[in-house]
């Protein structure tokens, strides 16, 4: 569901991922929900690992991930030793690598994905909030891992993005949330 009752720029919008359509990964090993695309280029995506498998090639793109539902993840990025992507680890990697990945146990392994052009200086962070935190201007959404986020009359809780609009920076309010906040400077949301 996506709710923006005013449908200006400036306010922000909360989309259940769980309402997002599935799309084929380009390689047609796997699935993502495209969430959110920017204006200077940006792509962020819900993909769902469900077995192992090999991550589509973006030459020209940066990649950030994180596991945001389900067991850890193990990726192998290009010659690096392997990684397990759980908790607050967020990997960072060139889209152009070969990347395999494979949940640790059975189950559905959710990853957060943010792709930039190369070079743009963007980035996920995962955070905790609870109670009043400012966001600075280059944070372009929140995707709400539990608890609840509230800023103007929007809401959002586990599983949801909240697109923040545009603004200078932003108090949001957190009540035992924790999230990503996804950060891409001079960018806004182009397709919501």
Do not use: K
Not at 38 to 45: A, D, H, Q, V
Not at 152 to 158: C, E
Not at 162 to 174: I, K, R, V, W, Y
């Amino acid at each position: 569901m996506l709710t923006n009752r005013t449908n200006d720029p400036a306010t922000p919008t909360v989309i259940d991922a769980g309402d997002v359509e599935r799309l084929p990964w380009r390689n047609g090993l796997g699935s993502t929900r495209e969430l959110a695309t920017g204006n200077t280029g940006w792509r962020l995506s819900l993909a769902d690992i469900t077995t192992a498998c090999a991550f589509s090639r973006f030459p020209g793109l940066w990649r950030w991930s994180t596991a945001v539902a389900g067991p850890p993840v193990e990726m192998v990025i290009g010659d690096r030793d392997a990684i397990t992507v759980a908790g607050d680890v967020v990997v960072d990697y060139d889209g152009e690598a070969p990347v395999t990945a494979r949940p640790a146990s059975g189950g559905v392994t959710h990853l957060l994905n943010l792709m930039t052009t190369m070079g743009t200086p963007a980035r996920l962070t995962r955070a905790r909030m609870d109670g009043p935190a400012r966001v600075t201007a280059a944070a372009v959404a929140v995707f709400v891992l539990d608890g609840t986020l509230l800023v103007a009359d929007q809401r959002a809780t586990a599983g949801q993005l909240m697109l923040l609009g545009d603004h200078d920076g932003l108090t949001l309010t957190g009540h035992d949330a924790r999230c990503v906040i996804v950060e891409v400077p001079g960018s806004r949301v182009s397709r919501r």
